[in-house]
């Protein structure tokens, strides 16, 4: 039984890094997107995107024959840990960027499910470094029925569980499609990130001095460890030498957050001298240069932001 269990692990986890490393391979640069977003600094993103796909897929196949098996899981399991460590400290942080793990092929927010998912993944792959392989497939091939029959009905069921899945997920999206369309046509779709226009400023401590300037103030919202706010850096430094806007880096604060609306950093908004909101909220590092750059002195300044 434990052979088994071992065998089919192994086939598990060699399929879905295939998978996994196979998409990646499509796309570099969503995929070095995608480190950014979970807090990597912008040249490890680079090597992580250039480095990662080939590693998932060594690892798949080391995974597959018995005399490489352990070393595949020990890799799998280094791998898939490192991811749930990054899942769970962007969904304590608050932050929800896309996944990424299949390319993409399934580029979805992470949620509590993403994190289930590759803790299982993890624990199969600490299971069979902890089992050993047991058994090769020439081992347990011939335990297994191989008629025409017997293949003819395992080719349907997986053209079966395959379309299924399909199916499924043709449906979601379908779903969400009508959803938004009723939405659009009620009346009643989203509102937009951030505080509308004219809004009342919330209070924060270092705001109040800076509007005795009687100039527009732009609060900058940021964490530390943001791969994306740290993008944004050389821009930011490069406009707090421009007269006539002041910037206000507003970093590591939930509260603020909450009470200006904002749900992805780094994010911007201006803030007028009357204490009111001045601008739409812009997140996401060019999103928010393009907004201190209108702000300080309307086209003049070109975007320098590097990534990677």
């Given amino acids: 039984m434990t052979a088994a269990l071992a065998l089919a692990a192994r086939l598990l986890l060699a399929a879905v890094l295939a998978l996994a490393g196979a998409a990646k391979l499509g796309d570099r640069s969503g995929l070095r997107e995608t480190l950014v977003s979970f807090g990597l600094p912008p040249r490890r993103a680079a090597l992580g995107a250039v480095a990662l796909p080939p590693a998932e897929l060594a690892v798949a196949v080391l995974l597959v024959p018995a005399s490489t098996a ?45 994190l289930v998912r590759n803790v299982s993944l993890a624990a199969a792959a600490a299971f069979v470094v902890a089992a050993g392989p047991r058994e090769g497939l020439g081992e347990a091939l011939p335990a297994i029925d191989l008629s025409p029959l017997a293949i003819a009905l ?37 509102a937009p990130d951030g505080l509308p226009l004219g809004a009342q400023a919330p209070p924060l401590e270092t705001l109040e001095p800076r509007l005795l300037s009687r100039g527009p103030v732009a609060l900058v919202f940021s964490n530390t460890g943001c791969g994306a706010c740290a993008v944004l850096a050389p821009e930011l430094d490069r406009l707090r030498e421009e007269p006539g806007l002041e910037i206000l880096l507003v970093e590591d604060d939930r509260a603020a957050l909450e009470a200006y609306r904002i749900p992805i950093v780094p994010a911007a908004v ?39």
Avoid at 84 to 103: H, I, K, M, Q, Y
Avoid at 174 to 188: D, Q, V
Avoid at 270 to 296: F, K, N, Q, W
């Fill in 70 to 114: 352990r070393w595949g899981a020990a890799g799998a399991a280094l791998l898939l840990d490192a991811l749930c460590a990054a899942v769970a400290r962007s969904l304590t942080r608050g932050e929800r960027p896309d996944c990424g793990c299949f390319g993409r092929m399934r580029a979805t927010p992470i949620g509590p499910a993403t």
């Fill in 154 to 190: 395992v080719a349907v069921a997986a053209v079966v569980l395959v379309q299924g899945w399909f199916a499924w997920e043709l449906f979601r999206q379908h779903g969400r499609l009508l959803a938004r369309i009723r939405s659009l046509e009620e009346g009643a779709a989203d």
């Fill in 270 to 308: 201006i803030v007028g001298a009357d204490a009111r909101i001045a601008s739409p909220t812009a997140t996401g590092p060019h999103a928010v240069a393009e907004l201190l750059a209108s702000a300080a002195d309307p086209g003049s300044h070109p975007l320098r932001l590097a990534v990677g």
